[in-house]
């Protein structure tokens, strides 16, 4: 579950017509942000939130974990990083999952934007970023608040960090700012 801070939590509970959350699926978990403000520059609450590891009631828990995300934040727009898996299976996981978080947004009337790594790589190649890495780094810049949660560089052979997909997350968001014109600082 997220780490929310009292005074990150009174801010949340009214809905408001400029919150986006942006949000990186993956098949055991997901990373999230949620931004507001009138270029959704203000960075309201972040985590990273697991769906257990039984495989066979995964897509039911990580439907509800993603509905009671929708519930607290009350999001106009939801951005969500399209990923691929290293396997069939992982896909076929996400996508369930996919189509579950469709339903949740249509039943709600909340906009739905995907992206995917291409348009991420495009994006922060303009920022000269090459790597997860720096674009984590240039993520965390943009948001100071997230700098303590920043990932050390990892070796080749190992593993992703645990908290990886919430700076994925924030760089579906930084995406979507950029096509709608918004830019850090206005």
Not at 4 to 9: E, I, M
Not at 106 to 123: C, E, M, P, S
Not at 145 to 156: D, F, G, S, T, V
Request: aromatic share 6%; proline share 6%; hydrophobic share 40%.
């Amino acid at each position: 579950m997220a780490r929310t801070a009292p005074n990150r939590l009174s801010k949340i509970s009214r809905p408001a017509e400029n919150r986006v959350l942006g949000l990186d699926l993956r098949p055991s978990k997901v990373g999230f942000v949620v931004l507001e403000g009138p270029s959704k520059s203000k960075l309201v609450d972040w985590g990273v939130r697991t769906f257990g590891p039984r495989r066979n009631d995964r897509q039911a828990v990580a439907t509800r974990r993603i509905s009671s995300l929708l519930d607290l934040y009350s999001p106009r727009l939801v951005v969500l990083r399209r990923r691929t898996g290293h396997s069939v299976e992982a896909d076929h996981v996400v996508i369930h999952m996919i189509q579950a978080l469709r339903k949740e947004t249509k039943g709600r009337a909340i906009t739905l934007r995907l992206t995917d790594a291409r348009q991420v790589r495009d994006f922060f190649a303009l920022h000269s970023c090459k790597t997860k890495q720096q674009i984590a780094t240039l993520v965390a810049e943009w948001y100071p608040e997230l700098a303590w949660k920043l990932p050390p560089k990892r070796k080749p052979w190992q593993s992703e960090p645990y908290g990886a997909s919430l700076f994925d997350a924030a760089a579906a968001v930084m995406i979507f700012r950029n096509e709608t014109g918004h830019e850090r600082g206005e």
